[in-house]
Each structure stands twice: as structure tokens, then as C-alpha cells.
């Protein structure tokens, strides 16, 4: 099982604890495909604030025009500071990434240099492990690179940086992989499990420990078991 413990929390308060303090965290949203539209909503609150932001797609998820109409709306009901949708759009910056090496390049080397250099506070990755769940791409090579986006997204946390991470719920075409949503969980300060039903928006927090992923190097010049 994935969870060991769930509480309910309401959007309003997950919002208001990924934009407290301390700055630097990961959060991780996964379910359905609500999470992309609840990820974008916290990320409109934070830009009508003033938050430059820096968002990696790699499940092309990323809706300008849910953002600009979210200005115009907020405008017109007095909600929050005044922000036209073209002053939100110039505040989020956006990179996509389609393949497992574009998005490893993206996280660990691009990312930290963009953020450092844009002053971006916040950073959203949409379908992270999408790109890993392809298996044109060898199993030990997804483990190894993963070691390495968890690597990167923890240097983003010390250095300040509120991370936040969407996630649809797939099944992995090859059935090893379901190890590395754990990983990927493991490494989060929290966890959110996105669902809609009968009643409603239901967001529950969820308990992961830190498993190690699986595989090991065998010696010098040889590769990882699988």
C-alpha cells in the first residue's frame, strides 16, 4: 500500500501551508487529473502576490488560459491585488520536457541555475515520473536518474525553494517501475492523495517512509541489477 496513515485537510490550508514557512519544502499532489488544476490554482495565488515562478511540464498539463481568465475573475470580484492577465502570464515561466533525459536534464541543471538567476521562490513539476514510466528508457538508467532529480529538488528545498509536484496516478506499462512512486514519495515533506467523488474535493494527507529504490551496482564498469 502506499499510505500508511491519511487526514483530510481542505484546499484553502494545503494552499496556505505550502506558501508559509518555512520556504523551503516539496509537496507532492498525486490522483486524478484535478491535480494539475488545483497545482495551477495555488500557483495563480501565488503570482497575483508577486511570486515569479518557474514551472517544468512533463505531461503537457500547463493552462495559460485557466491562469488568465483566474486573473480576470479575481479582478473583477475585488479578490486579492489587481493583476491583469498578461502581468500573471509574465510572472510564470514555463519549460517542458517529453522524454526521462529531457526531464533529468531540466531538474538538475537548467532548474537551479534559472532559479537562482530569475529569483524564483516556487517551482512546479507537472508528471514527473511520467517521462520515467517509459520503457524505451532501461530500468536501471530511470532508478539512477531519479536518485538524481530527488538529489536536485532537495538542494532546491535547502536552498529556500518551495517545490511543488503534480502526479497523475498511472500504472506503469512495465510493472518494476510502480517502485519508483514510492521513492519519488518518500523524499516529499508531504504528501497528498487528489480525489472527486459523491462528496466532493477530497484531499487527504498521507504517511510515506523513505524507501530505497531497488537495484545495486555490481562493480566498476557494470551495470545496475535490475
Known amino acids: ?7 483530510l485537510v481542505p484546499y484553502a490550508a494545503l494552499v496556505r501551508q505550502f506558501h508559509g514557512a ?6 507532492l499532489l498525486h490522483g486524478q487529473a484535478l491535480v494539475f488544476r488545483l497545482s495551477l490554482s495555488a500557483a495563480a495565488h501565488a503570482l497575483q502576490s508577486g511570486v515569479v515562478l518557474t514551472l517544468v511540464d512533463g505531461s503537457n498539463r500547463f493552462d495559460a488560459y485557466f491562469l488568465a481568465e483566474f486573473a480576470r475573475s479575481a479582478t473583477a470580484r475585488g479578490d486579492g491585488p489587481r493583476i491583469t492577465p498578461e502581468e500573471m502570464l509574465e510572472r510564470i515561466y514555463v519549460s517542458r520536457a ?8 531540466l531538474i538538475t541543471e537548467r532548474l537551479p541555475a534559472f532559479v537562482n538567476r530569475s529569483r524564483s521562490p516556487v517551482v512546479i513539476v507537472f508528471g514527473l515520473l511520467d ?4 520503457d524505451q528508457a532501461p530500468l536501471f538508467e530511470v532508478r539512477q536518474s531519479l536518485r538524481r532529480i530527488i538529489g536536485a529538488l532537495e538542494k532546491l528545498r535547502a536552498e529556500g525553494i518551495a517545490v ?3 502526479s497523475l496516478d498511472l500504472q ?11 521513492a519519488l514519495a518518500g523524499a516529499a515533506d508531504s504528501v497528498f492523495s487528489v480525489r472527486t467523488g459523491e462528496g466532493g474535493l477530497r484531499i487527504a494527507r498521507e504517511v510515506h ?3 530505497a529504490l531497488q537495484g545495486r551496482r555490481r562493480g566498476r564498469g557494470q551495470r545496475e541489477e535490475e
Request: some cysteine.
Open 98 to 105: 517529453f522524454t526521462c533525459y529531457q526531464m533529468e536534464a
Open 209 to 211: 517512509g523513505r524507501p
Open 164 to 166: 511543488l509536484l503534480a
Open 172 to 182: 506503469p506499462v512495465a510493472g518494476n517501475r510502480a517502485e519508483l512512486f514510492p
Open 22 to 27: 518555512p520556504p523551503g519544502k516539496i509537496y
Open 1 to 7: 500500500m502506499r499510505e500508511t496513515g491519511q487526514s
Open 131 to 134: 517521462t520515467l514510466y517509459d
